[in-house]
């Protein structure tokens, strides 16, 4: 029972490119989320989606795209990757019930260079 | 001013202590309380979640939600070196996203 898995965990870029994370889940929730976590900052909602087919704007949107492609997995893209979007980007899944993330993944590492 | 204000540490005990772990808010409107733990390279995992005020109690762990004073905390009763991690307080109001807090570093010392 792998929970959540993110693809890749450490990525380096340039200004400018693009790239997609990836990300699934195997406990068939309903609720998917990207978070990014920066120092001193705690953990920053980027986009949601309470279930498939659905998907909707967190606290910080600008600069990504994301694309819920089945039930399993929640992708995230930024298609023109700036300095500012180095940080450590989360998965996470949660039930309906809760409506909240319970289960996390172990995060991408993202520098721009 | 942040929505939610955590104590960044480290917070440095000795093995065997009871931990005390502290988060402020401003919104009246918040009514769940959850507590994560992350250790070092690792995802955040959901160790207590709590609704409204009261406490909860999970084991070595007690979480406590003041609404009155706005304040949450989580206890850690016989603390081991496995504890040893960044603890983060979220919350929400009903329908809404979690806010986080920052973390607070633990370090428990064998």
Redesign the interface.
Known sequence: NAGVTQTPKFQVLKTGQSMTLQCAQDMNHNSMYWYRQDPGMGLRLIYYSASEGTTDKGEVPNGYNVSRLNKREFSLRLESAAPSQTSVYFCASGTVYSNQPQHFGDGTRLSIL | QKE?E?D?GPLSVPEGAIVSLNCTYSNSAFQ?F?WYRQYS??????LM?TYSSGNKEDGRFTAQVDKSSKYISLFIRDSQPSDSATY?C?M?GR?D??V????TILRVKS
């Not at chain 2, 390279?41 to 959901?46: D, T, V």
């Not at chain 2, 986080?100 to 973390?103: E, L």
């Open positions: 939610v955590q960044p769940y959850m390279r690792k995802g955040p995992e959901l979640y983060l979220a929400s329908g996203k979690l986080f807090g920052a973390g």
